[in-house]
């Protein structure tokens, strides 16, 4: 019977993998076991680097499986392409968005109209509302670096710690980069389980907004007590600046002033827009007509964050003075920092590939039914643990959609499940932000944080946020499942 089922499942390029051993449920879950346990074990006390952890564990847990020999290369290469072909693009198109609304100072653009609009009594208020437009397209620590100065200022000006701004924008902006795509993480996330981008932006936005007054709620009351400044930061907060990163422009010689707030925001909802005209209109309009083929067109992600590129191109850059050169220079500027980032991702396909092709995915999602537990609150549990234990929010959202895709094939979800599920292991790669998180220590260090202060409240905000934006999901979950949808 298991054999029989494991033929079935399909590879991504259509044609099956056959399996060639008849190992048990109990060993292939054992496998898969010693497969994570391994994978941590060279990521956090080896130190090896995630992409080359994920590609080692996978060639390991085939073979452990008796996948065939032949067969090991070609799930390989068909684990990256599948999982590429989805998700390169969006994330490239993603970070060069991110980048040219950095460099053309439409961050501290934003930054200054909010605080202006909302008076100098509200800076916490307007800097979340800054963070969670601005985290939207640009990655969380390229976002905290470019506001560190405008936190600076404010923190200097009132004669307070930094975390007492910096905290409930930090909060959001991290919310944001873990289920909002064009991030890579939930974008990676969408394709390994097939899920629709534009239902997963509009459920994680929608997630998002509340998320946003209680990341500012609770940094609050978190703030009622003094932090202790480490000194580096004390000294650099009598000498902050500018961001170096942002370009000149000009035009005709003379200095031109910062894009407005008006336009930055639309540049960033843009995609957004686009994305959600194309998903509604592909719901509501007759199957196969030429108006819904029209809509799923124009509500492609790729094509949504290109047109955003190009507009926010021409409007901050070319029409503000930059030369050629400097945009050249832009754009290539945002990829170096995405390269390991798409290698991660290539290899989370790949070891999610291997799952599928050698059973494992499939043993998994019986037991899993076994437990009686619903998908979503494994999935959230399975990513929160792969969070805390390796720090990447990105490997733990690809390791547990990989490891949960076969369930969700075989589960019969329907396009809006899915997007729930996709968006809840988004937020547990939200919950437990410390020592292992890239994320934690760029909140310490520029936020002049004890290691143990930040402890006590990022990793503890964090948590909050995650298991809030998790409990959001269950309910739409909850309520979707009851009604058929």
Known sequence: MLTAVLTAIPAATGDPIVPTTQLDVGVLLGIAAAGIALLLFLIIWLKIQAFVALLIVSILVALSAQLSLTDVFTVVATGVG???????????????????????????????????????RRVAVALTIVGFLVAIPVFFEVGVIVLVPIV???S???????????????????????????HPGIVAGAGVFGADIGLVTMISLLVCIPLGFLSYAVARIMNRRDYELIPSVAAQL????S????????????????????????????????ILIGTV?????PEGSFGQQLAVFIGSPVLALLVAVLVGYGVLGLRRGWSLDQGNGVFEGALPSIASILLVVAAGGVFGEVLRATGIGAALSTALDQLGLPLIVLAFVITLALR????????AIVTTASLLSSAVVEGGYTPLQIAILTVAVGFGSLGLSMVT?????????????????????????????GVAGFLLCYAAWTVVSAAGL
């Not at 970070?95 to 100072?105: K, N, Q, T």
């Not at 961001?243 to 960033?268: D, F, L, Q």
């Not at 998180?437 to 946020?465: E, N, Q």
């Open 437 to 465: 998180d890239a994320g934690f220590w760029t909140v310490v260090r520029y936020y002049g944080l004890t290691v143990a202060d930040g402890l006590r409240t990022w990793t503890v905000l964090t948590t909050i946020l």
């Open 243 to 274: 961001s170096s990163t942002i370009i000149e422009s000009r035009r005709g010689g003379v200095v031109v002033a910062p894009p407005r707030a008006g336009t930055i925001s639309i540049i960033i909802a843009l995609p957004i827009v686009q």
């Open 82 to 120: 599948s999982t590429m072909g989805k998700v390169a693009l969006l994330i490239a198109l993603g970070a060069i968005l991110g980048r040219i609304i950095e460099v053309s100072g439409g961050v501290q653009s934003l930054a200054d109209h909010f605080t202006s609009l909302l008076g100098p």
């Open 238 to 241: 009598e000498e902050f600046g």
């Open 281 to 285: 209109g592909a719901l509501v309009l």
């Open 152 to 154: 600076y200022a404010f």
């Open 156 to 182: 200097k000006a009132a004669g307070l710690h930094p975390i007492k701004f910096g905290l409930p924008m930090a909060g959001i902006m991290l919310a944001i980069h873990v289920s909002v795509p064009p």
């Open 388 to 395: 805390a234990a390796q720090g990447s929010a990105t490997v």
